[in-house]
């Protein structure tokens, strides 16, 4: 199985001296926001333990959708090469300075001056890999974590949408989603459904503001409840979230409602979930 440590090689870089990098969910929210931003985010690095100790080279991940067995996913950002590091003062700027990106972190913090390695600019974007089963192992060696290849994609393009009935994303996700994506979901209104990760259970809401499915989700992601009782009483949890029922433009708010109190009562969730009313 092709993997992509082979392409590290093919592309003149030693798989001992190169770290694997999957950044976390700020990083993708900042790779979506430009090249640029990202390699100023990924140039500050906890002193402790740095993911660049010992390295030459960086090739830099985000996070990609989970397997069906449960298994992650990165999507290839890019790769630099490691120049040179130093303690942040707070007054020297890295190499790939962006003034958007300023680390004001209290703990001991290193800048490191990085450099993207143009022969890896062709595959950003589109190679997907399976990273494995523990989003704590974040930063490994090259050769000795060979990482098979899931998906070669035509293009760096976003994925389509998939469309109300088929999409299925985890809540804390969506302001991280591609830009065509959220602006389907604020096209619309209606009843949607969370369920949660840990407990299963259910709590089915409806959007009736402007900008629709996309407003009401990002509240949930911003602080786990959006204003419900019982989900604030359960603490911040991840919630899948899909689409029940889109609203017609002509619906009013009480129609919504109507609507919205159906599927409660179809799905158990005041009795069983995590509706309160």
Same mark, same amino acid.
Not at 59 to 76: M, Q
Not at 83 to 110: C, K, N, Q, Y
């Given at each position: 199985?092709?993997?992509?440590?082979?392409?590290?090689?093919?592309?003149?870089?030693?798989?001992?001296?190169t770290r694997l990098l999957r950044h976390d969910r700020i990083g993708q929210a900042w790779l979506r926001?430009?090249?640029?931003?990202?390699?100023?985010?990924?140039?500050?690095?906890?002193?402790?333990?740095?993911?660049?100790?010992?390295?030459?080279?960086?090739?830099?991940?985000?996070?990609? &959708?989970?397997?069906?067995?449960?298994?992650? @996913?990165?999507?290839?950002?890019?790769?630099?090469?490691?120049?040179?590091?130093?303690?942040? @003062?707070?007054?020297?700027?890295?190499?790939?300075?962006?003034?958007?990106?300023?680390?004001?972190?209290?703990?001991?913090?290193?800048?490191?001056?990085?450099?993207?390695?143009?022969?890896?600019?062709?595959?950003?974007?589109?190679?997907?890999?399976?990273?494995?089963?523990?989003?704590?192992?974040?930063?490994?060696?090259?050769?000795?974590?060979?990482? &098979?290849?899931?998906?070669l994609r035509a293009t760096a393009a976003d994925p389509p949408f998939p469309g109300f009935v088929d999409?299925?994303?985890?809540?804390?996700?969506?302001?991280?989603?591609?830009?065509?994506?959220?602006?389907?979901?604020?096209?619309?209104?209606?009843?949607?459904?969370?369920?949660?990760?840990?407990?299963?259970?259910?709590?089915?809401?409806?959007? @009736?503001?402007?900008?629709?499915f996309l407003s009401r989700w990002t509240s949930y992601a911003a602080d786990g409840h959006g204003g419900?009782?019982?989900?604030?009483?359960?603490?911040?949890?991840?919630?899948?979230?899909?689409?029940?029922?889109?609203?017609?433009?002509?619906?009013?708010?009480?129609?919504?409602? @109507?609507?919205?109190?159906?599927?409660?009562?179809?799905?158990?969730?005041?009795?069983?979930?995590?509706?309160?009313?």
């Amino acid at each position: 199985m092709f993997d992509f440590t082979e392409i590290v090689e093919r592309l003149g870089l030693a798989p001992s001296t190169t770290r694997l990098l999957r950044h976390d969910r700020i990083g993708q929210a900042w790779l979506r926001n430009g090249r640029d931003r990202f390699g100023a985010f990924v140039s500050y690095q906890f002193a402790a333990n740095s993911p660049y100790a010992k390295a030459e080279a960086a090739c830099h991940f985000v996070p990609g &959708p989970t397997t069906p067995d449960g298994r992650l @996913t990165a999507l290839f950002a890019g790769a630099t090469r490691i120049l040179g590091r130093r303690p942040w @003062t707070g007054v020297e700027r890295p190499a790939l300075h962006h003034p958007d990106v300023i680390e004001t972190s209290e703990s001991p913090i290193e800048v490191f001056d990085l450099a993207w390695i143009d022969a890896f600019e062709p595959w950003e974007h589109r190679v997907l890999i399976d990273w494995g089963g523990s989003a704590r192992s974040w930063s490994q060696w090259a050769d000795r974590q060979r990482k &098979p290849i899931l998906e070669l994609r035509a293009t760096a393009a976003d994925p389509p949408f998939p469309g109300f009935v088929d999409f299925l994303e985890n809540v804390r996700d969506v302001p991280l989603l591609p830009q065509a994506w959220q602006a389907a979901l604020a096209s619309v209104g209606g009843v949607y459904l969370l369920a949660c990760l840990d407990s299963g259970r259910l709590y089915v809401g409806s959007a @009736t503001g402007a900008e629709g499915f996309l407003s009401r989700w990002t509240s949930y992601a911003a602080d786990g409840h959006g204003g419900n009782l019982l989900l604030r009483q359960a603490g911040k949890r991840d919630y899948l979230v899909s689409v029940l029922e889109v609203a017609s433009p002509s619906a009013s708010p009480t129609d919504l409602l @109507t609507r919205e109190s159906f599927w409660k009562r179809r799905l158990g969730t005041r009795a069983h979930g995590l509706n309160a009313n």
